[in-house]
């Protein structure tokens, strides 16, 4: 086969494909304009060439790109690898409008430190080419949530926590681990409370592609975190609590064996409210933009982690 060129650079290209099979071509800058010379060659022009060594080898020549590398980094990425992403805060206080504990004398509120939850684990590869992860640990300190405003806000106000957990460059979007559209805050509070769907989403995810729900800080200690759902239920009164999640709450069946914290109770005929204290880690998860490239790392252990360029 013979195709008219343009313009003719006299370079040989050597690639050994396989065992002993040699392509030489007459290179020019347009690669529709290439011809190639040799028995053995089974590709007509440079991108299938260059597939067809990829294909072969698994690597794409050094300086080279090639048209099956991965696009984005769901294409690179397994879920369970481990990612390096440090947010960028290194401060945040939630505010008392937001979780109800005022800094008073019944409720005082931790300072977290975002930045501190720099190692992730992929849960889910998306279909535009973003990924989803979760942090590894759960935060040092726990997020006091208490009475009537904190059970009305309770799922908002863990997603407003979580967002703190990001950094600009790489992630798209924050939401707190469990949270899946229920409803992020109460217009009103009856007698039949404000109680959302406990959605098993991110449970399921976690439990079956790292084995396990439960989770430790990064000093190892603790490990108990929020998960974003109102419960209401009535004994002898009625009582809004908020769930949790650890190690003795690591079932599947969730109303009845998910831990809760009750964060209001009330009687048959005042519904003024009883305000506690309800007290756990919070856990981000996040996505990052599809765009995002590797550095270095192969993301198959905490040492070995993959670094974001």
Known sequence: MKIKVRVVIGVIIGIIIGISTTVTAAAIFDSRDIS????????????????????????????????????????????????????????????GELTGCMNDANCTQNTLNPSEL?????????EDGTIEIVSQYSSSKIV??????????????????????????????????????????CSEFSATGCPSELSMDDFDNIKKILGHIST???SGNGGRFWYPSRNWFMINQSYGSGYWVKDVCDSRYALDKFC????????????????????????????????????????????????LD
């Not at 720099?118 to 998306?126: D, F, M, P, S, T």
């Not at 006091?144 to 460059?169: C, D, P, S, W």
């Not at 007290?279 to 670094?307: M, Q």
């Open 118 to 126: 720099n190692l992730w684990r992929v849960i889910k590869k998306n």
């Open 36 to 95: 190639y010379s040799g028995d053995k060659t089974s590709k007509t022009n440079v991108k299938d060439s260059l597939d067809e060594l990829y294909n072969k080898t698994g690597k794409c020549p050094e300086g080279k790109w090639c048209y099956n590398e991965p696009k984005t980094i769901a294409d690179k990425v397994e879920l369970g690898d481990y990612i390096k992403m440090t947010p960028t805060s290194t401060s945040y206080t939630p505010p």
């Open 216 to 218: 430790s800080t990064p």
């Open 260 to 307: 809760s914290y009750l964060l209001v109770g009330t009687d048959n005929d005042n519904y003024s409210g009883e305000d506690r204290n309800g007290f756990s880690s919070v856990r981000p998860v996040s996505v990052l933009k599809s765009d995002v490239k590797i550095k270095n790392g192969d993301g198959k252990s905490e040492s070995t982690a993959y670094v």
């Open 144 to 185: 006091v949530i208490r009475g009537k405003t904190g059970y009305m806000n309770f799922v908002g106000a863990l997603n407003t926590i979580a967002a703190q957990y990001t950094n600009e460059k790489y992630v798209a979007r924050t939401r707190h681990v469990g949270y899946s559209n229920q409803i992020e805050r």
